[in-house]
């Protein structure tokens, strides 16, 4: 009689990672703000536009590498992507960074523009801190890379992307709650306290990730004459 002993951890298919259950979460979030908060963008006569072509030279880079941002963004934490195409892997981080470098101070200069037709100066520091987190993170990512130490690099791309997503938490909050017609005082509040929790989520991910890597393996030993 033959014996196999199959670690636990073997016998789970694929599909059933948690970081994928993750990105299915940040998909559906962009699904919601893509038609709660985004739709105007088919709509040509929608108000809003008024104003957008009044910033539409500062809105467009931003709104671009952004988006670069947050839809590869994901893609850095595929080990499948990593392992068989390590120069795909590199080319969607430079865009990743580039795009990262763009748009977070091209948010704040947009946020400063939109002062004009009567946000507060505070909306202007809370995402000049946004911005400052989503560069450092990113930086801190790409300069640990460089000098070949892969498991900093990780973390702090983790963090980098944590930060990314406030854009699309802030709305879905906003939105699933009503909190957004509250006035400008509550969706400031949702804003920093969205800032102040990204980098200490993205920590407790990465811890819990640890913890689950150091548990010992079980194994189950499957029989056969």
């Not at 998909?27 to 006569?45: C, K, R, T, W």
């Not at 499948?80 to 948010?107: D, E, Q």
């Not at 400031?188 to 689950?212: G, K, P, R, S, Y």
Request: overall charge positive.
């Amino acid at each position: 009689m033959a014996t196999a002993s199959v670690s636990k951890g073997q016998l789970r298919s694929g599909w059933w990672r948690p970081k994928y259950f993750l990105f299915a979460f940040v998909g559906l979030m962009l699904a919601y703000v893509l038609q709660h908060n985004e739709s105007f963008l088919i709509h040509p006569d929608a108000p809003i536009w008024n104003h957008y072509r009044t910033i539409q030279w500062s809105l467009l880079p931003h709104a671009l590498a952004g988006a670069c941002a947050l839809l590869l963004g994901p893609l850095q934490f595929s080990d499948r992507l990593r392992s068989r195409f390590i120069k795909l892997h590199r080319v969607v981080g430079w865009v990743y960074i580039v795009g990262t470098l763009i748009a977070a101070p091209m948010g704040f200069w947009v946020q400063f523009l939109n002062e004009r037709i009567g946000e507060p100066r505070s909306f202007s520091f809370a995402a000049a801190a946004q911005a400052s987190q989503w560069i450092i993170t990113t930086v801190m990512a790409l300069i640990l890379i460089r000098q070949g130490k892969v498991d900093q690099h990780r973390r702090w791309m983790t963090r980098s992307f944590a930060v990314a997503l406030i854009f699309l938490e802030v709305r879905v909050i906003l939105g699933v709650t009503g909190w957004e017609r509250l006035g400008p005082t509550a969706v400031e509040t949702v804003v920093w306290i969205c800032n102040v929790f990204a980098i200490l989520i993205a920590d407790l991910v990465l811890q819990a990730q640890e913890m689950v890597r150091a548990r010992p393996k079980q194994t189950v030993v499957r029989g056969g004459g």
